[in-house]
């Protein structure tokens, strides 16, 4: 079982990047998906979550009307489209799964989540 994060990498303040999250070893599709990010010295933050079928989607303040979350079940696959980037959205990126069984008002917490990729590295020079 694997989430496989990619996409990362160096941007210009203003710029894009799009991250991908694959799942494989099984089938992901009835579980929620989300993105965390770790800056150096800092502990890991809630970016984005999205439910199966992509029906509700959560945000953190900072990245609201920035950044969007998106799901494609045939490849069992989340994106985290990010634009308007900033220096300090610099970090390590993290995909993560839940098992399914968690209430809204508790997906931004680590804890609720079983699976976790590896992280892709932003850089968002000003």
């Known amino acids: 079982v694997q989430l496989q994060a990619s996409g990362g990498g160096l941007v210009q303040a203003g710029g894009s990047l799009r991250l991908s999250c694959v799942a494989s070893?099984?089938?992901?599709?009835?579980?929620?998906r989300a993105w965390f990010r770790q800056a150096p010295g800092n502990e890991r933050e809630f970016v984005a979550a999205?439910?199966?079928?992509?029906?509700?989607?959560l945000y953190a303040d900072s990245v609201k009307g920035r950044f969007t979350i998106s799901r494609d079940s045939a490849s069992d696959t989340v994106y985290l489209q990010m634009n308007s980037l900033k220096p300090e959205d610099t970090a390590v990126y993290y995909c993560?799964?839940?098992?399914?069984?968690?209430?809204?008002?508790?997906?931004?917490?680590?804890?609720?989540?079983?699976?976790w990729g590896q992280g892709t590295l932003v850089t968002v020079s000003s």
């Open positions: 999205i439910r199966r079928g992509g029906g509700s989607r």
């Open positions: 070893g099984r089938t992901f599709s009835r579980f929620t």
């Open positions: 993560a799964s839940d098992t399914g069984s968690t209430i809204l008002s508790s997906l931004g917490e680590p804890r609720v989540y079983t699976y």
